[in-house]
């Protein structure tokens, strides 16, 4: 499990944008898949995007396709997700981790504090 911590939450109007950053302090994140995440309020946390490290190819949850960008700079050992188009449904608390197939999302136990995204209608 990579050691993380989010930032560039805020509150955007439906259409608008933001920009997430997961920071990454893990010494052997560059041999990870590493992940964004997000909980709807009363729901399980979700799968929203990932990408390879060393390879940078990407792919993503399909409600996002096309309206996400996951990015990583290597050089600074962070992790972007840009956010466009953003829909109301998109309001929850983003965080990133490892990537875990869904079923051993369990294993993922440490999380950093999330980015909250609100998008108002």
């Known amino acids: 499990q990579v050691q993380v911590a989010e930032f560039g939450g805020g509150l955007v109007q439906t259409g608008g944008s933001l920009r997430l950053s997961c920071m990454i302090s893990?010494?052997?994140?560059?041999?990870?898949?590493v992940a964004w995440y997000r909980q709807p309020p009363g729901k399980d946390r979700e799968f929203v995007a990932a990408i390879d490290w060393r390879s940078g190819s990407a792919h993503y949850e399909d409600s996002v396709k096309g309206r996400f960008t996951i990015s990583r700079d290597s050089a600074n050992n962070i992790m972007h997700l840009q956010l466009n188009s953003l829909k109301p449904d998109d309001t929850t608390i983003y965080y990133c981790?490892?990537?875990?197939?869904?079923?051993?999302?369990?294993?993922?136990?440490?999380w950093g504090q999330g980015a909250q995204v609100t998008v108002s209608s």
């Open positions: 893990d010494r052997t994140f560059n041999n990870y898949e």
């Open positions: 981790n490892e990537f875990v197939e869904i079923f051993n999302l369990d294993k993922l136990t440490r």
